[in-house]
């Protein structure tokens, strides 16, 4: 029980930390729009597969992708996944062109089992980030001969996480059920200021806190097909509910001048109350085709309907010219794992897990009527470490959101992850006195 309330005190000081975090999760300038950028779900071990996980079930590896696969462990064993994001990422629309890098904590999840056919995991990771600051200097030369120079800047940052607390349990050996409770937390600040050469004009700051939280769940289910011979087929299915969003929304300008700050207007609403807003519910399905500690291939499927989430009837969600709406999510993905020989003992690179995976994603919202879609392709590798199932992972994502048509700014990225797998037997009753 002593290292239970100690893993737990690990855990939530990362809930803590997370709340208290002011550097940039993410950054992309995709990240205005709605509650930001919407972080891929699960650890290094599922996003060097492309991101699948509802139909995997491994028990070498944490899969927080589904709640029923919490219960494909060894019966005593205890269990821990931390994992760190980096993330560089090369943006460019029409001949202008930056770079950006970021470096976050992905996920720190903990699992231990409850009876012999069940357990329960506990874990925080981001769900949502908001990064951005861009800047424009104003050449029209009838403003500029008016008024003198004018620019405008705007920046943008925050982050939404998910703490969760999920259990499983499998019957007659094939079929698991599990359910999932998700409270979500964040804080998103979004500004946009105008500012004059000629001190006889004064500047404009416009502001935005969004300060919110909100309970949803998940829940999911597995069935096992065994074939012989260590060969099973798995099928997968889960459902995230949602979640209302709460909190307050604060809406403020000030005038700035060389003397004074004036303010002109300045409103706190609380949301759920007198404005509603959600986060989408969304169905996965997914299959997969195993050989016990050989290999494993993976496709999943999920879609997510944010057309009434009531982001678009709040400033907050969206400060830009370009006309923005929710839609649809859906995504596609695919990922293999493969072990040359996991007994090895004279070739330490045979019992290394390799990895490969692919995807192809539409985001949950459009930008003047087009919608905004990614694709990539990931690798990876697990390398064992000490003994049992301990090791490092390591995962790559090559990809790129949107394409340079429409007046859009296309993005690519190379992002890094780094994950640690922690498992240890903690559950062994004592021979003797």
């Known amino acids: ?24 999760g993410g950054y992309s300038p995709y990240s205005i729009f709605g509650v930001g950028d919407l972080a891929l779900q699960g650890s ?40 760190l994001n980096v993330n560089n990422r090369i943006y460019r629309q029409g001949d202008a062109i930056s770079a950006n890098n970021i470096f976050n904590i992905n996920d720190v999840v903990i699992s231990f089992p409850i009876q ?10 981001p769900y949502s980030d908001v990064g951005y600051e861009f800047s424009e200097i104003y050449t029209d030369p009838e403003l500029v001969g008016s008024v003198g120079d004018v620019g405008s800047a705007a920046t943008g940052i925050g982050s939404v996480y998910k703490a969760f607390a999920a259990a499983g349990v499998t019957f007659l050996k094939r079929i698991s059920i599990g359910a999932e409770m998700d409270y979500y937390f964040g804080k998103i600040t979004k500004s946009y200021v105008t500012k004059f050469g000629d001190s006889s004009y004064q500047s404009i700051s416009n502001n935005n806190v969004l300060q919110l939280n909100g309970i949803g769940g998940k829940f999911g289910l597995q069935y ?15 459902y995230s509910t949602g979640a209302k969003l709460r909190g307050y929304f604060e809406d403020s300008r000030y005038s700035e001048g060389t003397a004074s700050i004036d303010t002109i207007s ?13 986060l989408a519910s969304e169905i996965g399905v997914g299959i997969s085709l195993k050989k016990t ?20 009837n709040i400033s907050g969600y969206n400060l830009s010219s370009i ?22 003992i004279r070739y330490y690179f045979n019992r290394v897990a390799y990895r490969v995976g692919a995807y192809y994603k539409k985001e949950y919202f459009a930008l003047s009527g087009h919608q905004i879609a990614s694709m990539g392709i990931t690798l990876g590798a697990t390398l064992p470490v000490f003994r049992w199932y301990n090791g490092l992972s390591f995962g790559v994502e090559f990809g790129q959101r949107a394409s340079l048509t429409g007046n859009l700014t296309r993005e690519r990225y190379v992002n890094f992850s780094i994950g640690i797998n922690i498992f240890d037997i903690w559950f ?6």
């Not at 500690?293 to 678009?312: L, P």
């Not at 062994?428 to 006195?433: F, G, I, L, R, S």
């Open 44 to 83: 290094t071990y599922n996003k060097s597969m492309g991101g699948v996980g509802i139909a995997g079930r491994n028990n070498r590896y944490l899969n927080i992708m589904n709640p029923a696969a919490v219960t494909a462990r060894d019966s005593l064993s205890f269990m821990s996944s931390f994992s």
């Open 266 to 278: 300045f409103r706190i609403d609380t949301m759920g109350v007198t404005r509603h807003a959600s």
């Open 323 to 344: 006309p923005f709406s929710t839609s649809v999510s859906e995504a596609y993905r695919v990922g293999f794992e493969y072990i040359p020989n996991i007994n090895d």
């Open 428 to 433: 062994q009753k004592p021979q003797y006195e």
């Open 116 to 125: 012999r056919a069940s357990a329960m995991m506990l874990g925080i990771v």
């Open 224 to 238: 096992e097909q065994p074939f012989g011979n260590d060969v099973s087929l798995v099928l997968g299915a889960t």
């Open 1 to 24: 029980m002593n290292r239970i309330f100690a893993a737990l005190a690990v855990l939530l000081g990362g809930i803590v930390a997370a709340g208290a975090q002011e550097a940039y």
């Open 293 to 312: 500690n050989k290999w494993m291939f993976e496709a999943d499927y999920t879609r997510s309907d944010w057309r009434n989430s009531g982001m678009e």
